[in-house]
């Protein structure tokens, strides 16, 4: 879909995320240049010390903010011969605002990254400026050394006010971040993220003469047909019907998810995550009601219903199945239409349609797990320049507003482009066609683009007649028309998102005794699904998780629990 732009505006903005990947090779060349990058990050300090203002909207002179970033396959793409730093957004930066990002600690992957940090922590590594962090125990050791800064004060001075109204929706995303009463942090772009929605072959539905299921028994009914009833009509029994990973957990957040069954006989108890029942935190995955999943899953995967390879493929790996034709129901985030879409490519006649969820045994809905950031950022003590910071990160949230400089995009020709004076979001038509748009949103401080958009309200203000006379809602009117129903499903059942009432750093208990308590959970609930233990093992491992150290930390968790909700930190940074 084409709309009419200002070309002069256009020629000012730079480009909202898309999906693309940072190839392997970019990362090595990039990560090579560490060493120099953290040499010229050194200067960010003096920059400050020597009276560095603002002037007409721009630092005079140049502010240097070095950064941390994890890199990994959703990282975004380089193009025009453009690197980690320097590229369109770095350039806008430094052009319009006076601050130059330079990227000087990489990190490849998850582990790679946190590898880095730890190594920052003990001197082996420069400690850039700014650090956004994924990981809560990392966090607290952060805190704990002494290297990051209090931005309580930083807060209340520098932060702009709409980005105060967004963090005023989000008091307990300062959580993890909160120690005695100071904070050493803050949540990257908090917003409560969409939700799940069952991707399913419909024209396997359609040959079957089903309908979609709306509940555990009807999902039992149309899976087994997807299993023995032939749907692809080969002649063959080389289907299956439910689709997901049990190799890193059984409650994703995302893509390949089983949490839905669990949540039909648990309510809002999910495994591995905490829930607050009437003031009281407890845990999902020992709630009663799980070990009836588990045995619902267990006769699933006996009868071959299920991914027979569940157990170790992860949640990006469970969607090939999906994608080749043999797999007829998945269940995931709106966009996964998006990775999933060549099975209508790949198989004449494929048709997927998306729909809500089930609902549980008691006739409510089913629930899921509400991410509300990605992580936090952190601040080096030394670190001068939180105005400048501010300022920048303030700016990158024009994409989200539609504002400003970015009000169609971060950049022209990378996510979307001016073609015959029409603004267009779709790369392969841009006048240098691309096969998909850049994430110059990724070119920053984060791994994914700020939002305000919530859980979809920008695809449900258009199936709801809204006219698309903004860039965001020109950007969700250009999405393909099945992607934009799961938007409206995702809205409209925004109330099933849970985030994690426990968000805290770990717990004595848990810094000795979680990670094998984990791993138990882990192996017991794959072991009843494979029929490898019997159902009554699930109540041996309640007992074993409590008596090797599940009780203890249960208390540990309530208690913080009890001392987070005391902390008034909100009024102390301006955001009450």
């Known amino acids: 879909m084409k709309y009419k732009g200002d070309r002069m505006d256009m020629k000012k903005i730079a480009v909202l995320a898309s999906a693309a990947i940072l190839t392997t090779g970019l990362l090595a060349g990039c990560s090579s240049d560490n060493k120099d990058n953290a040499n010229k990050a050194s200067n960010a300090t003096a920059n400050a010390d020597a009276g560095s203002a603002m002037k007409d909207g721009k630092f005079d002179p140049p502010i240097t903010i070095s950064i941390a970033k994890q890199q990994d396959e959703n990282a975004g793409k380089y193009i025009n011969g453009e690197t980690i730093n320097d590229n369109v957004l770095t350039r806008w930066g430094k052009d319009n605002l006076g601050i130059n990002i330079e990227t000087t600690l990489l990190g490849g992957d998850a582990g790679n990254y946190n590898t880095k940090l730890r190594l920052a922590i003990t001197g ?257 003590k030394d670190f001068k320049n939180m105005e400048a910071f501010f300022v920048y990160y303030d700016k990158l949230y024009d994409a989200a507003f539609g504002t400003g400089d970015f009000k169609y995009g971060y950049a022209e020709g990378y996510d979307y482009d001016i073609v015959n004076d029409e603004v267009v979001f779709d790369p392969t038509k841009f006048n240098k066609p691309l096969e998909a748009a850049v994430m110059v949103g990724k070119m920053s401080f984060t791994k994914n683009t700020p939002s305000v958009d919530g859980t979809g309200k920008s695809f449900y203000d258009l199936a709801n007649g ?67 233990e019997p159902i009554s093992a699930y109540d041996d491992f309640v007992k074993k998780w409590h008596d090797k150290g599940g009780t203890q930390i249960t208390e540990e968790v309530n208690e913080w629990y009890t001392n987070a909700s005391k902390v008034d930190v909100m009024t102390n940074m301006g955001l009450k």
Not at 139 to 168: A, H
Not at 214 to 236: H, L, R, S, Y
Not at 323 to 343: C, F, H, M, N, Q
């Open 124 to 380: 082996s590594e420069k400690l850039p400026d700014v650090l956004p962090v994924y990981d809560t125990m990392l966090e607290n050791d952060l805190i704990q050394s002494g290297l990051v800064k209090d931005i309580t004060e930083d807060i209340s001075k520098y932060m702009p006010d709409r980005l105060k109204e967004i963090y005023k929706q989000f008091p307990t995303s300062f959580n993890p971040i909160v120690h005695d009463g100071k904070v050493y942090g803050m949540a990257i772009a908090p917003n409560l993220t969409e939700g799940q929605v069952m991707l399913i072959r419909q024209d396997w539905l359609d040959k079957l003469n089903l309908k979609a299921p709306t509940t555990i028994d009807e999902f039992e009914k149309v899976i087994a047909a997807f299993t023995n009833d032939d749907p692809d009509g080969n002649g063959q029994k080389d289907t299956y019907g439910f689709d997901f990973s049990g190799k890193d957990s059984y409650n994703t957040g995302w893509v390949s998810d089983s949490v839905m069954i669990f949540s039909a006989f648990t309510g809002k108890n999910l495994p591995g995550q905490w829930y607050n029942d009437n003031g009281k935190l407890t845990y999902g995955s020992v709630a009663e009601g799980t070990k009836e999943a588990l045995a619902k899953l267990q006769d699933w995967y006996s009868k071959g219903y299920l991914n027979p390879e569940l157990a170790t493929q992860g949640a990006w790996d469970a969607l090939a199945d999906f994608t080749e034709g043999k797999a007829g129901i998945i269940i995931g985030r709106p966009w996964l239409y998006g990775s999933i879409k060549d099975v209508e490519k790949n198989v004449s006649g494929a048709k997927v349609i998306m729909y809500p969820t089930i609902n549980g045994v008691n006739g409510d809905k089913t629930y899921q797990a509400g991410q509300q950031n990605d992580g936090v950022f952190m601040f080096n």
């Open 466 to 532: 809204v006219e698309a006379n903004t860039g965001v809602l020109m950007r969700a009117a250009s999405t393909d028309q099945t992607t934009r129903d799961g938007y409206v499903i995702s809205y409209e059942n925004s109330d099933v998102l849970l985030p994690n009432a426990f968000n805290g750093p770990p717990t004595k208990t848990m810094q000795t005794s979680w990670e094998q308590l984990t791993t138990m959970e882990k192996e017991t609930f794959t072991k009843i699904i494979y029929s490898r």
